[in-house]
């Protein structure tokens, strides 16, 4: 006898006819998001100009077949985009431009992610849990967050899953694992150049990794590798990250939804709350632990004076970015980000309540 379906959810997700949405939009339809007994109403947003692309993509999924797509609706306004999501994908940003400084790239982004904070706070389900993924993402995830007065800061968060598995992938395949096998594997910090891959703490059957992988590799190759390894990627394809940067979309919201293994960690961007000194307020990729729907930053690592040295270097930036933007994060929610206390930590219970069903397989919104 097949399973019951359970009611479906509403997922959202910007940026979806770009490459990364595309290939996030088949991997949900094809029900690796949150199983083969969970329909989705996929809710898709993009720029006015890119509509034709978002009605190829559409097409696509119809084409698809896929028995877990309940509907999909088109939306070019976010406001209805947004509209009782449980979950929302940040995927669309401005892209760097030619002559374009960092500053005026976080300017332009900042204005995008405050605005669409507005709407996730004014329109979506009030449990919905949001991943940015548009760069710089940390920074994005706080625009959004601070913007949203409504909501919990804990419901924004900032992608660094694809640091954390390209770390798994890369490891993996020197010691001759299955990535599968290696557990509690850390970014910390900003999804840039400066994060801070870590495998002090991780371990394969539990063996610590420190003792499989030779420390001068480490050091020397293996940490830039992962720090560049997006522009390895652009300059060998031409194209940045698709396929691995919305596997680990999947793979970051599954372990919010679903929790992480008890023995596991993921590196998530999430709002400090001073762990680790690390001022509070910023979204900064921490390892946490995931249960019921909720996560909690793991305590009491200890950190050699290496990875102490790294890590305040990428807080750093994180401080720095936050500065640029400083115009678009309202006071209303300042004193509640920037004295963010473990307490709150927990994020908010998922509810899984459906309240309006489309009529049409796809529709269109203005
Ligand atoms: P694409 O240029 O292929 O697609 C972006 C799409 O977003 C376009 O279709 C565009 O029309 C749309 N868009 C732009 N602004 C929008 C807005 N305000 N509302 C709705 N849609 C909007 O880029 P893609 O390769 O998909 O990358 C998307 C973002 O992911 C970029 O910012 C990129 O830097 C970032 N990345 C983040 C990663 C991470 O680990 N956090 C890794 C991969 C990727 O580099």
Not at 114 to 119: D, I, K, T, V
Not at 248 to 265: E, I, K, L, P
Request: aromatic residues 6%; contains cysteine.
């Amino acid at each position: 006898m097949s399973r019951p379906m359970k009611r479906p959810v509403r997922i959202a997700v910007t940026g979806a006819a770009g490459n990364i949405g595309k290939a996030l939009l088949s991997q949900i339809g094809a029900g690796s998001l949150f199983g083969p007994d969970q329909p989705v109403i996929l809710q898709l947003i993009e720029l006015p100009q890119a509509i034709d692309q978002l009605r190829g993509a559409a097409m696509e999924l119809e084409d698809c077949a896929f028995p877990l797509v309940h509907s999909i609706t088109l939306h070019t306004d976010s406001a209805t985009g947004f509209a009782d999501a449980h979950y929302a994908f940040l995927i669309g940003a401005m892209p760097r431009k030619q002559g374009m400084e960092r500053a005026d790239l976080l300017q332009a982004n900042a204005e995008i992610f405050s605005l669409q904070g507005r709407m996730i706070n004014d329109h979506a389900n009030p449990d919905v849990r949001v991943l940015v993924v548009g760069n710089p993402c940390n920074t994005n995830a706080m625009i959004a967050s601070r913007n949203a007065p409504d909501l919990c800061p804990t419901q924004f968060t900032a992608m660094s899953r694809l640091d954390h598995n390209r770390m798994a992938g890369i490891l993996a395949n020197r010691i001759g694992y299955n990535p599968a096998n290696l557990r509690k594997l850390i970014v910390w910090g900003n999804h840039s150049a400066t994060m801070v891959p870590d495998i002090d703490h991780g371990n394969c059957f539990g063996q610590p990794l420190t003792e499989l992988v030779d420390d001068k590799w480490f050091k020397d190759v293996f940490v830039e590798k992962i720090q560049k390894r997006g522009a390895e990627i652009i300059q060998t394809c031409g194209h940045s990250s698709t396929l691995s940067a919305a596997r680990s979309a999947v793979d970051h919201m599954n372990s919010w939804a679903n929790g992480t293994r008890a023995d596991d960690y993921a590196s998530m961007g999430v709002i400090s709350d001073g762990s680790y000194g690390i001022t509070k307020g910023i979204h900064f990729s921490f390892p946490v632990h995931c249960n019921y729907g909720r996560y909690q930053i793991v305590q009491g690592l200890q950190l050699n004076p290496w990875l102490q040295d790294m890590i305040k270097r990428t807080e750093d930036e994180l401080l720095k970015e936050r500065e640029l933007v400083q115009d678009l994060l309202p006071k209303e929610t300042e004193a509640r980000h920037n004295n963010f206390s473990r307490d709150y930590s927990n994020g908010r219970e998922q509810t899984s309540g459906e309240h309006f069903l489309s009529a049409q397989k796809i529709s269109e919104h203005e």
